[in-house]
């Protein structure tokens, strides 16, 4: 739930912008930063420096005419045919494409069933202007469970700080047997009128994106305005891949991803849950905005320095911990403030990191030659190193090991030292940037092919003391 998770995540990645500008993030080139600390900042500024987040609007994304790439359905006016659907009892079918002026009115709420065909991701949501009421989507499972709202695994909730003009969410379906609802209400009583976005997007599970049979754009998620990215999906309990081995810690309109990107975690936590039985649910943390731009861009408050998540092919991802939890807070247990986003020496020894299982899950997502980098806390980073080397020793047959060369990224692509505060939080997942003249981030001409430097970071918004979190949840 976000109300223990996110906020420390938020309180995190804004003091890593506004204090430190997350160098790491943005600036890792893939080699250890321990061995080079200058290396990001001075490979990445040439092809970079200056470029400034596109303006573009929720309205101006899904009105582009390429945000629906795959099984669009029709354009539809008016909810006649939907009514009545005031409860789950009476949810009417959602229908494919988009279906225009539907509305809340005072007391009113809809209910739609979503049925997803075998191997698709469907992306549902809802557009709306903001401004003239705060319209809810809530997402549950065929039982009648919460899956989650925009905040995370809760609702209702108080904090209203991420609101915009959409929100969507992924659903998945392996077999084609998963039935999902989405609940449309007015937050405090509002009322507004909105459209409805259904989308299919085809999907399988699979060790290489292309190894599985889509093409190398489909992977990317190339398309303008982040149109080629699909919305990571909630787990589906029932697939026989990873089941329910994640959650999210993050906002619903940061979750959107390249398919290589969906494909590449759920693989690894996948193999991570068979060498490990027992393993409990991981918290997956941002991603991008639907229109393949870093988080936070969409409300101009930047919760990440500029471009560190753009494309869909980066995401925080909480570290597996000895006590099970996994979820999106600080994993030093050294007692210290961490006001300068690192673990302290004492760490070492105090940490709640599950190295086993951690090394694992990252030398499969090593596993990929797509990985460009994996960022960790300088702490960490050895502790993991020789965790690597002890599962790569084990004798043939034990699931736990790994092979010599995922071995060898965890020297040649981990990252870590003075250009990668905050990451005693989470590790940062990079895959490789999409090259120059490829569509990446919504608006511009000449996409970025790597992130931009340190100093041309500005985060606007507000201060993290006039936020109401906890921090930090644990010391």
Request: charged share 20%; with cysteine; glycine share 10%.
């Amino acid at each position: 739930m976000i109300a223990r998770r996110e906020w420390s995540y938020f309180v995190v990645m804004a003091l890593a912008a506004v204090t430190y500008g997350c160098q790491g993030e943005q600036g890792e080139t893939g080699i250890d930063d321990a061995a080079d600390p200058t290396a990001s900042e001075a490979e990445t500024s040439a092809d970079s420096e200056g470029a400034e987040p596109a303006e573009v609007t929720d309205e101006a994304i899904l009105s582009a005419g390429g945000y629906q790439p795959e099984a669009p359905g029709a354009v539809r006016a008016g909810s006649v045919d939907l009514e009545p659907n005031d409860a789950s009892a009476t949810a009417q079918q959602a229908p494919l494409g988009v279906t225009t002026n539907l509305s809340i009115t005072k007391g009113d709420e809809d209910w739609y069933r979503v049925v997803v065909p075998a191997r698709t991701i469907a992306r549902v949501g809802i557009e709306m202007n903001h401004a003239a009421g705060d319209l809810d989507l809530v997402a549950y499972d065929a039982q009648g469970n919460l899956l989650g709202s925009r905040n995370g695994a809760e609702y209702p909730y108080t904090w209203r700080g991420q609101e915009t003009n959409t929100e969507f969410y992924g659903f998945y379906s392996e077999d084609g047997s998963s039935v999902y609802y989405v609940r449309v209400l007015g937050h405090a009583g509002a009322t507004n009128t909105y459209n409805l976005h259904v989308n299919h997007y085809s999907y399988v599970d699979g060790q290489t994106c292309t190894g599985s049979g889509f093409s190398l754009a489909d992977c990317e998620g190339r398309g303008s305005g982040g149109s080629g990215l699909i919305p990571f999906p909630f787990p589906d309990p029932s697939d026989s891949v990873v089941g329910d081995g994640y959650d999210f810690a993050s906002y619903s309109n940061y979750r959107f991803a390249r398919r290589e990107l969906v494909m590449l975690v759920r693989h690894a936590l996948a193999e991570t849950r068979k060498a490990f039985p027992g393993t409990k649910p991981l918290s997956l943390i941002d991603i991008c905005q639907m229109d393949g731009v870093t988080p936070g861009y969409d409300i101009g408050d930047p919760r990440h320095p500029q471009s560190t998540h753009d494309q869909g092919g980066n995401i925080d991802i909480a570290y597996f911990q000895t006590d099970g939890s996994n979820d999106a807070e600080i994993v030093c247990n050294d007692g210290a403030n961490h006001a300068d986003g690192y673990c302290t020496a004492a760490a070492a020894q105090k940490h709640i990191v599950d190295l086993p299982r951690q090394a694992f899950f990252m030398a499969k997502l090593f596993a990929s030659p797509r990985t460009r980098v994996i960022g960790t806390d300088t702490v960490l980073a050895p502790l993991l190193r020789q965790t690597a080397q002890a599962l790569a020793a084990l004798p043939a047959g034990d699931r736990r090991k790994i092979s010599q060369s995922e071995l060898g990224s965890f020297s040649s692509r981990l990252a870590y030292g003075s250009g990668w505060p905050y990451h005693h939080h989470h590790i940062h997942l990079s895959l490789q940037w999409l090259p120059q003249g490829s569509s990446a981030r919504g608006g511009e001409s000449t996409p970025l092919s790597a992130p931009a430097p340190f100093h041309s970071i500005q985060a606007p918004g507000e201060s993290v003391d006039s936020l109401d979190m906890a921090w930090p949840p644990r010391p």
